[in-house]
């Protein structure tokens, strides 16, 4: 079965960094799109990146758009998150999600970001 699992979240000071990584099974990785979204507290969910299958194409919402790049390693079927610059507005829950005709069909569990002095 499809499992998503996320690691890598913590705490981290504004204009730290952190790199969250995504590790996937029971599905052919380097077929699909992954995404990564977010939820803040107390707010909807936002999406925040996705990577085309064969990491050649990657696209970036507004509010982290020059501060975190998506990748990934097919061989090692993981997606990876690396934040920088973060700040106060990035806590979150980051969740990596995969791909089905431009939906999301298979979520993570889910790492916790938070960005606070």
């Known amino acids: 079965q499809v499992q998503l699992v996320e690691s890598g979240g913590g705490l981290v000071q504004p204009g730290g960094s952190l790199r969250l990584s995504c590790a996937a099974s029971g599905f052919t990785f380097s077929n699909y799109w992954m995404h990564w979204v977010r939820q803040a507290p107390g707010k909807g969910l936002e999406w925040v990146s996705d990577i085309k299958y064969d990491g050649a194409t990657t696209y970036y919402g507004d509010s982290v758009k020059g501060r975190f790049t998506i990748s990934r390693d097919n061989a090692k079927n993981t997606l990876y998150l690396q934040m920088d610059s973060l700040k106060s507005e990035d806590t979150a829950v980051y969740y990596c999600?995969?791909?089905?005709?431009?939906?999301?069909?298979?979520w993570g569990q889910g790492t916790q970001v938070t960005v606070s002095s």
């Open positions: 999600a995969k791909d089905y005709a431009w939906h999301l069909d298979y």
